[in-house]
């Protein structure tokens, strides 16, 4: 289903799920698609074709309040 140019956007602060984030994140790019990133981590901001950061340090636990994905026009 995931084909070149396909948009992906991930979501993902330092924490819990951040390895699972660089594995999704090194899939996506090795199937072309397009990826989105909202995210505190250098290292995913640095893969991403369109990158978003959050404020360093922020609480995973805070990730929900300071970004509302459902109001992000992509």
Do not use: C, Y
Not at 6 to 31: C, E, N, W, Y
Request: net charge negative; hydrophobic share 55%; glycine share 6%.
């Amino acid at each position: 289903m995931i084909h070149s140019g396909f948009p992906a956007l991930l979501i993902a602060s330092s924490g819990a799920v951040a390895d699972d984030m660089h594995t999704l994140a090194a899939r996506l790019k090795q199937l072309r698609a397009q990826r989105i990133l909202i995210t505190d981590d250098n290292v995913l901001l640095g893969q991403a074709d369109l990158a978003l950061p959050l404020p360093m340090g922020m609480p995973e636990w805070l990730t929900p309040m300071v970004l509302d994905a459902q109001r992000l026009p992509i």
